[in-house]
């Protein structure tokens, strides 16, 4: 039995060295015209990136939309409407909360939906 546990935490041990370094993959093409076409930038908040997406609407009227993701979501969730809120908006604006999506994620930061 001990030589079972000692085989089972060395697998486990081999596999997080493995993992844990391994590299993330690359990001996709669609995720990456997100973040770097269409408006996609970037302000400081309290030292952290907060990624955001201003898009000018092609509508005539100068409406504004301020976009809200969910919780724990991004900005993109809004990729497949953002055509149609172009026509009716003359201003989109989006971005990602702060540990969500492209902006940053701080590491010892608590979140809440409250």
């Keep these: 039995m001990n030589t079972l546990v000692s085989i089972v935490i060395a697998a486990f041990a081999a596999a997080f060295a493995i993992f844990h370094t391994y590299p993330a993959p690359p990001k996709s093409p669609l995720l990456y015209q997100w973040e770097k076409e269409d408006g996609g930038s970037y302000f400081k908040f309290q030292d952290y990136d907060i990624f955001f997406k201003d898009v000018k609407g092609t509508?005539?009227?100068?409406?504004?939309?301020?976009?809200?993701?969910?919780?724990?979501?991004?900005?993109?969730?809004y990729y497949l409407v953002l055509p149609?809120?172009?026509?009716?908006?003359?201003?989109?604006?989006?971005?990602?909360?702060?540990?969500?999506?492209?902006?940053?994620k701080p590491r010892f930061h608590t979140y809440s939906i409250f």
Aim: charged share 20%; net charge negative.
């Design 84 to 104: 149609s809120l172009r026509k009716i908006f003359g201003r989109i604006v989006l971005f990602d909360f702060l540990g969500l999506g492209y902006s940053d």
């Design 59 to 77: 509508a005539e009227n100068k409406d504004i939309l301020l976009c809200l993701h969910g919780f724990p979501t991004s900005s993109f969730d």
